[in-house]
């Protein structure tokens, strides 16, 4: 049985809801370019979701987990864009689905790796600061181990002080971190208000590639001093081209409305302003519309996460 390579932070699935012909218009932050691609050349990278073990065996276990969460999904969605009722189970599912959704794109990576290596920094400023520290560190990895290290406390913070270095994650750990938190998260989507937004024929909703967005509530203007359940904070997710979710506070309403063109305007520009690399839609005009508006190609977006 061949091993997939081929994974994809955004299902694949889940990006033909938003293409028309087959095929979607990306435009690129990172290159400020437009351009036409199928969904299954979009939004992927080699071995992503790959855990490797210290011989470097790989286990693709996770790419198999994600596609089964797809597949559940996949059905709901479909149910929720006829406007039909979903059961308390498809609730269930498809917020599994949302929260890995939020956490298996590059964003979630950089932000924790981000997060993790000022932790390291840290804690290395502290171990570091003097030889007797670093002394006691020598001696209990020479204890834990049995080895001989061959270095002198006073060489380990000379170095510390005075050699640029770099502090590398480690990727299944940041995967581990993913699981964590997904898990943790399903748990409160599901006891949301959810509302259904459905766009007219004569425009249609966007993605990209970090489609869970958060909206703080009023008097707030950053996403950095808000959190999901933060109580009037919205949490939107773009499904298909034609539906959106939001989420709201606590609750068990799951229901549907339709939007005019304006409404759905103002949702877009949310989801296109918190785009990582890509954003994404059927059409190029309506692409190249939210880059304008969101003015794009003129500021870098930093991560959901910010480190002081």
Known sequence: MST?????????????????????????????????????????????????????????EIEKFLSRIEGNAKPIIEKLEKDESISEENKKLLSIFISFLMNRVPDFEKSENKMLEKIAEMT????????????????????????????????????HRNVPHKYIINRNMSLRLMFEASFKIAHYFKQMNWMLYHASSITSFITTDNPFVLLPPAGYDSIYVTGILMRGTKKIVPLTQSICLIMFDRGTSTAHKDIDREMTKKINHNIAYWSDRFVIGRDVALVKKMVKTAKLDQWKYNGRLRVD
């Open 4 to 60: 997939p390579k081929r994974h994809h932070y955004l299902p694949e699935f889940y990006l033909k809801g938003f293409s028309r012909d087959k095929a979607l218009f990306v435009y690129d932050r990172e290159l400020n370019e437009y351009r036409e691609q199928m969904p299954r050349d979009t939004a992927v990278m080699s071995h992503y979701y790959t855990l490797k073990d210290d011989k470097g065996n790989k286990n693709v």
């Open 124 to 159: 290395s400023n502290i171990i570091f600061q003097d030889e007797e520290r670093a002394k006691s560190v020598i001696d209990k990895h020479e204890r834990d181990t049995g080895k001989k290290m061959n270095i002198s406390p006073k060489e380990l913070v000379d170095f």
